[in-house]
């Protein structure tokens, strides 16, 4: 073994020089080809006059330096790329070695070639990398992007542990008896945001990550056991293995919180990509201009009324029962049902709403409804557009007879248009954002149970629409009157159990072009009520069983409340505390001023419990931060936050205060004890 180190010892130098000196010789090209961009645009502007001429033929000039520029910033940019790259790699170019058929292939964060085109270091996202993560030797096999399996003889596995370029340790694996550079990594917990897990990932995470895109792949896992960090690494795989077609610009990450975000926002950039598009249900409906001014209950306040209040209209809203009524009533919707306004105009009536009414039933009754409300939308752009020439004449008559307005006729015409717009602008956003179709009263009309029919009347009416509204009213959008995002060509979507089969259909139905890599665990239900279980039968469902954030007590702890839920793979740690205490924050005081932990979540059951015990501790915990609904900035270690914030983060160590609140809502208990890596306090 010692040798052997020696000899990797020695390699591994032998890969640092060479990526410096690549690093080196790149930055000068990029020297070089800075200043030819320089020279080209200098070039450019001696030769090309500002003001183009296409009697001197400059503008012919112009045309055909174009390619020359575009190769040369092509170059630049991929020059830049392989800099930042080496740059990366020189402190850690790579994390693995097989021996495949006798041949060394070192597995690292990006494929580098020497002079020769030898292959120094694969990228961990080839398709021979794949092996790595079978995670043992023998006869193995990886498949090639044509699907062809090829069978290769794996005599060796190792695992680097390396620093600032130095060898620290390595670890061989021709059995697999357990991951030991896992083992280290769990035990880690230097960081607050999530990490990569390139180096480690197990085998049953590298196939879900290596699925191809063209499915829709569901995946169901305990909490810890990686989906959050198999979102990531899968979308780093996506973005290599498909990047003729995939750019970060196709790729969209929904979030269940805004936070969220943030707290995955390292994994990619560390992993040498662009980070992606994100997004959260709720915010979807910015994307619908029909809805501005209507005012939709957000998630978390969702949650806190359903905590007290009755919840039967949810339950009904949520339910695969009514999703099934609605879309009956939309195939309906070209017979009967559909629902207008007046398009208005200075209080008077422009287009009565039964006029829209028998267009929409009678003159266009042959076409599909989508079809219809578009040719209805460009006849009333059109009767906007006569009233705003009529308009438009009587103002400049006015003007133009006023004895104050001595201008030019143009400028004149200018004024009296500019004002007449103005004047007409509620219209044409009217039309604009299809206002005249009355899609509240189509909704209210969609649920059939009278009291919630009656109970959502009364809220409309209020202007108070609640979270459940949200997913019927955009499914009803896009079914009736058509809107989608069709450059999104993949979603990667976190907590998939926390979405109703409405609001799943709306983003499949409005990111049309996409497939969905969707994970999530049954188990864990921060609402109160939750939603019934996701129908994707034509999606690819797979199972995570093994765990890998929290201590083998903690698991313990969760095998209690969902029995079986969790394979712990994990460490030793200290008992779950379950402490009575008089003052909660009295306790936490005294436990920080003892032992300061790394970092630490003291997670509330309300709002308002979290705002008082802040107040409590903020002078004793320095840096504690009292996470609202609306941050968007995770960064930071000691965090009171009210439950249904929780979702997704882990940290160090947990204190749940008034814990027997979670009593006969078990399921978000279990979100909230598996938070913990080490340490978990239940206080009450
Ligand atoms: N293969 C792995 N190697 C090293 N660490 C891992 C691996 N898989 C998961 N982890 C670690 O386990 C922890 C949990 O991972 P992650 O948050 O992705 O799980 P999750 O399934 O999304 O959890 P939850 O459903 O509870 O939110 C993280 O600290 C992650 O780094």
């Given amino acids: 073994m010692g040798n052997e180190f020696e000899h990797e010892a020695g390699h591994l130098d032998f890969t640092v020089n060479f990526l410096k000196a690549y690093n080196a010789s790149l930055s000068k090209q990029l020297d070089m080809t800075s200043g030819d961009i320089l020279e080209t645009r200098k070039a450019l502007n001696d030769d090309v006059s500002n003001t183009f001429d296409f009697e001197d033929g400059n503008v012919m000039d112009f045309i055909s330096m174009v390619p020359e520029m575009r190769m040369t910033e092509m170059k630049f940019n991929y020059i830049e790329d392989m800099r930042e790259t080496t740059e990366r790699l020189m402190h850690k170019p790579y994390f693995g070695k097989l021996v495949v058929d006798g041949e060394p292939v070192y597995i690292g964060g990006a494929t580098i070639q020497d002079n020769e085109h030898n292959i120094l270091i694969y990228d961990w996202r080839t398709p021979i990398a794949s092996l790595f993560y079978e995670n043992r030797v023998g006869e193995l096999t990886y498949r090639i992007p044509d699907g062809t399996k090829i069978k290769s003889d794996v005599t060796l596995r190792r695992q680097f542990q390396i620093e600032g370029g130095k060898l620290l340790n390595m670890f061989d694996s021709d ?10 990594l769990i035990t880690d917990s230097s960081r607050s945001k999530l ?22 792949t569901l995946v169901y896992g305990p909490p810890g056991s990686g989906k959050t960090s198999l979102a990531m690494q899968r979308i780093a795989y996506l973005m290599f293995t498909y990047r003729d077609r995939l750019k970060a610009e196709n790729i969209m990450l929904m979030s269940p919180n805004e936070v969220f975000n943030d707290y995955v926002s390292d994994v990619l950039p560390e992993l040498g990509e662009e980070n992606v598009k994100n997004m959260t249900f709720y915010r979807m409906r910015n994307a619908f201009i029909y809805f501005n001014g209507r005012r939709f209950e957000s998630l978390a306040e969702n949650i806190q009324r359903l905590g007290h209040e009755d919840a039967s209209a949810y339950k009904y809203k949520t339910s695969v029962e009514y999703f099934s009524h609605l879309k009956q009533y939309i195939e309906r919707l070209g017979e009967y049902g559909m629902h207008f306004r007046d398009l208005k105009y200075g209080g008077k009536v422009l287009v009565p709403k039964e006029l829209i009414e028998r267009v929409f039933y009678e003159d ?31 103002k400049f008559k006015a003007l133009d007879e006023s004895p104050e307005y001595i201008g030019e006729r143009e400028e004149l015409k200018k004024m009296a248009n500019d004002e007449a717009t103005k004047e007409l602008a509620a219209l044409h956003a009217q039309i604009r954002r299809f206002r005249f179709v009355q899609l509240e009263k189509v909704y209210v009309r969609s649920i059939a149970d009278k009291a919630v029919r009656r109970e959502t009347i009364e809220n409309i009416k209020r202007n108070d629409f609640k979270y459940e509204d949200l997913a019927p009213m955009l499914y009803l959008y896009i079914h009736i009157i058509g809107a989608g995002n069709k450059k999104i060509r993949h979603v990667i979507l976190d907590e998939v159990q926390d979405y109703s089969n409405i609001q799943y259909a709306v983003m499949k139905d409005y990111y049309r072009n996409a497939t969905f890599t969707s994970l999530g665990d049954k188990h864990q239900q921060i609402h109160p009520v939750g939603s019934p279980e996701l129908i994707a039968d034509d999606h690819h469902v797979m199972q995570l069983q093994k765990s890998y954030r929290s201590t083998n007590q903690i698991n313990d702890y969760l095998n209690t409340i969902v029995p079986g839920g969790i394979d712990s793979v994990s460490v030793d740690g200290q008992d779950v505390q379950f402490i009575d205490v008089e003052d909660e924050a009295a306790h936490i005081r005294s436990m920080v001023s003892r032992d300061m932990p790394e970092q630490m ?14 107040e409590e501790l903020k002078d004793d915990i320095p840096g504690l931060k009292n996470l609202q609904e ?8 000691y965090l009171v936050l009210p439950y249904y914030l929780s979702k997704g ?28 890596t080490r340490n978990l306090y239940l206080l009450d």
């Fill in 630 to 637: 609306v941050d968007t900035i995770y960064n930071q270690d």
């Fill in 364 to 394: 266009l009754g042959a076409h599909p409804v989508t079809r219809r409300l578009h040719k209805i939308y460009e006849d009333l752009l059109d009767i906007y557009r006569r009233e705003l020439k009529q308009l438009t004449g009587e």
């Fill in 601 to 614: 979540a003291i997670i509330t059951p309300s709002r308002e419990a979290a705002d008082r015990i802040f």
């Fill in 195 to 216: 990490k990569n897990i390139v180096a480690t990932i197990q085998s049953e995470q590298n196939i879900i990550i290596r699925q191809p895109l063209n499915q829709d």
């Fill in 175 to 184: 059995l697999y008896i357990g991951d030991e550079m896992l083992q280290q």
């Fill in 649 to 676: 983060f882990e940290y160090n160590t947990v204190i749940i205060t008034e814990s027997s609140f979670y009593d006969d809502l078990p399921l978000v208990k279990y979100v909230l004890a598996s938070r913990a």
